[in-house]
């Protein structure tokens, strides 16, 4: 998956949420964009669509000449899913607080996705 998504999510709870996941992608030397494994996720629009412009500055390259806001500094980010191969292989969740049940939701999606 090299394009960033929103995905709803079901809670412990039974209730709904939409995240956005978004890819970290590499850039190869013949300028091909490749999936690094990496996913970063954070908390989507209540009408189930959002950018990460909505949550994110605009990086200096495309915008203004502001900072990128650190994701552990932005109240929106929901943690990182890393895959230690491709997207079949063991994968591990850090820095949120999305639950095992949303986890879980979210590894399927990347997977059924790609």
Do not use: C
Not at 6 to 23: A, L
Not at 55 to 61: C, G, L, S, T
Not at 64 to 83: A, C, M, V
Request: charged share 20%; hydrophobic share 30%; no cysteine.
């Amino acid at each position: 998956m090299i394009h960033t998504v929103n995905h709803n999510v079901t809670g412990d709870n039974g209730t709904q949420r939409n995240i956005i996941i978004e890819p970290v992608l590499h850039q190869s030397t013949n300028h091909e964009l490749n999936a690094t494994g990496l996913y970063k996720l954070y908390k989507g629009g209540a009408d189930g669509e959002a950018t990460l412009f909505e949550i994110q500055e605009i990086a200096p390259e495309i915008g203004e000449s502001k900072p990128l806001l650190d994701d552990n500094k932005n109240p929106d980010y929901l943690g990182q899913i890393r895959f230690e191969g491709d997207v079949t292989s063991k994968w591990h969740y850090s820095e949120g607080t999305l639950s095992n049940y949303e986890q879980q939701q979210v590894v399927e999606f990347i997977q059924n996705t790609n």
